[in-house]
């Protein structure tokens, strides 16, 4: 791993940061939209859930485009919609128009999902493959955490609004960042051959320290389909239906404990600031977990490590709705949750860079995140329903943590074959 490689991994970790706390930044001004408009818990399930529908369409469209026209293009266009989308939701003055933003804003979101994930496990060498793309995706606690503790400050002084103020500028200020620092990945140059791939190769061989190269390799054959077909290709069908349906299942009960944790927590009667905090420790666990799977991933199989944590992730989450409901209690079962919650995302994550080839990996990863956005946006909803209906915190939680349990199911059918 040259200079080059480890600060093409550290942008893309930072990316996903940006995208955590975009993410989230509706779960931290979820209790003063709340308190503003008037709304009960089934609409606010709605709202929590906006970005996440727009998260899935942009994976599913923005992840192809990827695949088509490159990571970094891609990566530029996703941090201007994004921008754009946080700007516009701090100027809403009705549940409907903040739906719309937060919508746009998760089809960038969604974008940079999946062409970072293809960049990181592209940079990255054979060796440091997994544990590249595994802290990458622990970007996204990190970003959750420091975005957090810097609007509990501003919640304390100004209105919801600021939290997607901060969030546009924070966002707005990685796009420069990515234009100068972060090359185009030498693997989609080899692979699409776009206009002047040789001379583009060479200059970022250079600035790793290798020599030029007089002709392009050869690329990989693999099919003749374009698109989403590509990825039912004979070979790929299976694990293009099994990565979906686990990434689908796991998500919908990450997404259900993370955007329910603030206005829980306001709901027994805490502040919203120390509602925040709590999903701060979520965060940190998940930071943790994210790192710990990431070093796990040198010794022992991906897609048994994977089906481990989504186990320990269902037990977590099913816990946090028993006991009495005092805030430290709170804070460390919501912090043992984030840990086991997002060590399973990041293990998913690294199991798409792992499974799809090159020609297909943006497209594929944007595929099983696209339709696994169903999942995360049916979290919140659900438990909105559920909620409403009359369910507790004991048995919702029990409920949504199954979703861990299907995931491991279809890890454990899919075995370790590669595609390509």
């Known amino acids: 791993m040259g200079r080059l490689q480890v600060i093409a991994v ?20 979820a209790p003063g939209i709340a308190n503003e408009w008037g709304i009960d818990r089934a609409a606010l399930g ?9 998260m899935g369409v942009g994976a599913l469209i923005v992840g192809d485009v990827a695949d088509r026209i490159g990571r970094r293009p891609t990566i530029l266009l996703s941090l201007v919609i994004v921008t754009i989308g946080m700007a516009l939701a701090s100027t809403a003055t009705s549940v409907t128009l903040l ?6 804003t998760g089809i960038g979101i969604g974008g940079i999902l999946a062409a970072t994930n293809a960049m ?23 970003g959750a955490i420091i975005g957090g503790a810097i609007v509990s400050v501003l919640l304390a002084y100004f209105s919801w609004r600021s939290v ?5 500028a924070l966002t707005a200020a990685f796009i420069p960042i990515v234009w100068f620092l972060l090359p185009e990945s030498i693997s989609f140059l080899v692979e699409k051959r776009p206009d002047n791939a040789l001379e583009r190769v060479n200059r970022t061989l250079q600035r790793m320290g290798h020599t030029a190269i007089e002709a392009l390799p050869e690329p990989r054959k693999f099919g003749q389909k374009s698109g989403v077909a590509r990825l039912f290709e004979p070979g790929l069908a299976r694990i293009t239906i099994l990565l979906t349906a686990a990434f689908f299942a796991h998500i919908m009960t990450f997404y259900f404990f993370v955007k329910w944790i603030p206005k829980l927590v306001v709901d027994m009667g805490y502040a919203a600031s120390l509602a925040g905090s709590v999903l701060v420790w979520f965060n940190v666990g998940g930071l943790l977990g994210s790192i710990f799977f990431g070093l796990l991933t040198h010794r022992f199989n991906l897609r048994k490590l994977v089906i481990t944590v ?20 709170l804070s460390i079962t919501a912090a043992v949750g984030g840990f086991f919650t997002n060590a399973a995302v990041v293990g998913m994550y690294a199991m798409l860079a792992q499974k ?18 169903g999942g995360a946006a049916l979290g919140p909803i659900a438990a909105g329903l559920l909620f409403a209906a009359g ?19 279809a890890l454990g059918v899919l075995g370790d074959k590669r595609a390509g």
């Open 391 to 409: 369910g507790g915190l004991g048995m919702v939680a029990l409920i949504m943590a199954t979703g861990s349990l299907v995931g491991a199911f």
């Open 310 to 329: 989504l186990l320990l992730s269902a037990i977590a989450v099913a816990a946090f709705g028993q006991g009495p409901a005092d805030l430290l209690r």
């Open 356 to 373: 799809f080839p090159t020609q297909v990996r943006a497209g594929g990863t944007g595929f099983a995140i696209g339709f696994g956005r």
């Open 99 to 104: 739906s719309v933003y937060r919508f746009a």
């Open 10 to 29: 550290a942008l893309c970790i930072l990316l996903l940061a940006i995208d955590g706390f975009d993410v989230l930044s509706i779960s931290f001004a």
């Open 164 to 168: 997607f103020v901060f969030g546009a």
């Open 120 to 142: 990181a496990a592209e940079y990255a060498n054979d060796k440091h493959r997994s544990m590249a793309v595994s802290l990458m995706a622990g970007g996204y606690p990190l």
């Open 46 to 54: 709605f709202v929590l859930s906006m970005e996440l529908i727009g």
